[in-house]
């Protein structure tokens, strides 16, 4: 087996912990270590590990080869270009970025140091979408809903950074091509920030997606249907599956003939699989799944769809609050 990659994690909240703990066991890398603003938490957490706990940044930097990077994302642009500039590859908890401009300036910065930057979009990891994109052959019409209870967990961020990013991501992937034409509407509900949000994205090739995030539900739903000639495909993310509906026409028949099937999909980890695929990349200098342009590409899809919300409660006379937002937990 080759030599192991020393990764570290910056920021241990709940989150953050979740990664140090399953870096913990992955098996061609060493968790070196943890470091945190709070020295409490990241004790806490490396003497759980049987791993150190890092004094500061910088001394974490100079420790290890990679590092797994959840903390808010104000603080993400400045903390990963001072991991470049050690020679650090980073996996940054999305959304990439305050900004596009952030964006773009991190990953010119990670190009030009020859270091691997993925962002943390895990779902491109869920079995149930991995087996639907493999299953994607013209997809038209998305139908996407990720409603959740209301919870005290990233309120100083609206919805579509929080949670409709993820899909608006898959939705990027799965139809590879540019959105052409954005429309959206949200509210704030339980906090100041917008709390419930629909967005309708056409695309260049003619594709439409319908996306709905919330999180003042009363139950928790993670569904993403797409519909291609012949084809209904759904995924359910809690369960990790996809089941494709699908219509065969046989001339022999009275008249065409409707199927189901379940797709195969490996028992993997959403989480696990993001962190053994970021450290496959540091190892063999592979491109990421989810490099810096991807992530760049969904937070800019996201911005325009904020944009739209915006536009939309000037003319209802509703102004809304706009914040730096954050990925994971403090």
């Known amino acids: 087996m080759s030599e192991s990659i020393a990764v570290g994690v910056i920021g241990v909240g709940e989150y953050g912990s979740n990664h140090a703990r399953q870096l913990k066991e992955v098996e061609s890398a060493e968790l070196v270590g943890v470091y945190d603003l709070n020295p409490d938490r990241a004790r806490a957490l490396a003497a759980e590990l049987g791993v150190r706990a890092f ?8 420790a290890v080869q990679a590092a797994s990077v959840v903390i808010p994302t104000a603080l993400h642009a400045e903390t990963a270009s001072r991991a ?3 020679g650090v590859d980073v996996l940054l908890e999305k959304p990439i970025t305050r900004s596009v401009e952030e964006a773009d300036r991190i990953i010119r910065q990670a190009e030009e140091a020859g270091r691997i930057l993925q962002v943390g979009h895990v779902e491109r990891f869920n079995p149930g979408v991995v087996a639907a994109k493999a299953a994607a052959r013209n997809p038209l019409f998305f139908e ?56 309708r994205v056409e695309f260049s090739n003619g594709a439409v997606a319908n996306l709905t995030a919330s ?13 291609q000639p012949y084809e209904y495909v ?10 494709v ?24 980890e959403p989480l696990r699989a993001e962190l053994e695929a970021f450290v496959e990349s540091v190892r063999t200098r592979r491109p990421p799944l989810v490099g810096g342009r991807e992530g760049r590409e969904a937070l800019a899809l996201a911005d325009q769809v904020m944009n ?11 102004p809304l609050a706009r914040a730096a937002g954050r990925a994971g937990e403090l």
């Open 55 to 62: 004094e500061s940044l910088d001394e974490l930097l100079g």
């Open 84 to 86: 470049f500039a050690r």
């Open 144 to 199: 996407v809903h990720r409603l959740g209870v209301f919870s005290a967990r990233s309120l100083d961020v609206d919805v579509v950074f929080d949670l409709m990013i993820h899909d608006l991501d898959l939705v990027l992937w799965m139809t590879g091509a540019r959105p052409a034409e954005v429309r959206a509407v949200g509210l704030p509900v339980l906090s100041d920030k917008v709390d419930i949000a629909n967005a």
């Open 234 to 243: 759904s995924i359910d993310f809690t369960r990790r599956d996809a089941l």
């Open 245 to 268: 509906l699908s219509v065969e026409r046989d001339p022999s028949a009275d008249g065409p003939r409707v199927g189901f099937r379940k797709l195969e999909t490996e028992t993997r």
């Open 308 to 318: 739209c919300i915006e536009q939309h409660a000037a003319r209802v006379n509703y």
């Open 215 to 227: 999180r003042v539900s009363t139950e928790k739903v993670r569904k993403f249907r797409y519909f």
